[in-house]
C-alpha cells in the first residue's frame, strides 16, 4: 500500500513542475499503515541561497540539490509531535534526471551510517521539460542496509 493517496501524488507532481528547473522537496506527515489524513508540506529549497552565500562548502545549485530551511523542518517536527504523527514520505524531484536515489540523497539521509528517519519513505520524481516523467518510492531495508526502491508509482509513456 502507498503512503501517499493520490490527492498527495497531484500536489507533489505539481510543485515538482512549479519549481522546475529547480528541485522542490517537501514532507508528508501522517499514520503508518494508513493514508487517510495525510498531511502535505511543500518546503522550501533553500539550496540557491546556500550555494550563493557559500559556494564552497555548497557547490550545487538548487537545479540539482535542494536542502530545507531547518527552522522549517523543526516545525513540521513540531507540527508532528503535537499531532502524534511520523515523517511517512520526504519528496524532492530530479530535473532533467530519471528518478534514482543519488548518493547525495543518501548522505542527506543517513547519519553515522544509519538512516535519520527509519520509518520514512522517499519519493524522487523525475521531471523532463516540465513534465513529470516517473516517481519512485524507496525505503531503507535494514537487512542490505541501503535504500531500495519500494515501488515504481508511476511511468508516463512519451
Known amino acids: 500500500m502507498s503512503p501517499l493517496t493520490e490527492e498527495n501524488l497531484?500536489?507533489?507532481r505539481e510543485h515538482a513542475v512549479e519549481e522546475y528547473p529547480y528541485e522542490c522537496c517537501g514532507i508528508v506527515l501522517g499514520k503508518v499503515g494508513t493514508a487517510d489524513n495525510n498531511i502535505l508540506y511543500r518546503c522550501e529549497n533553500i539550496q540557491n541561497r546556500l550555494h550563493e552565500k557559500d559556494p564552497e562548502t555548497f557547490t550545487r545549485?538548487?537545479?540539482?540539490?535542494?536542502y530545507i530551511?531547518?527552522?522549517?523542518?523543526?516545525?513540521?517536527?513540531?507540527d508532528a509531535q503535537d499531532k502524534k504523527l511520523e515523517i511517512k514520505v520526504f519528496y524532492h524531484s530530479h530535473p532533467e534526471h530519471d528518478a534514482y536515489f543519488s548518493e547525495?540523497?543518501?548522505?542527506?539521509a543517513l547519519f553515522d551510517e544509519d538512516p535519520l528517519y527509519p520509518n520514512a519513505d522517499y519519493l524522487v520524481v523525475s521531471v523532463y521539460d516540465q513534465k513529470v516523467k516517473r516517481e519512485v518510492l524507496f525505503s531503507w531495508n535494514t537487512d542490505t542496509k541501503e535504500f531500495t526502491e519500494?515501488?515504481?508509482i508511476m511511468l508516463i509513456q512519451s
Open 10 to 12: 497531484k500536489t507533489i
Open 61 to 66: 545549485d538548487a537545479r540539482t540539490a535542494f
Open 69 to 78: 530551511d531547518p527552522k522549517e523542518l523543526m516545525n513540521i517536527l513540531k
Open 104 to 108: 547525495e540523497d543518501k548522505r542527506m
Open 150 to 152: 519500494k515501488q515504481d
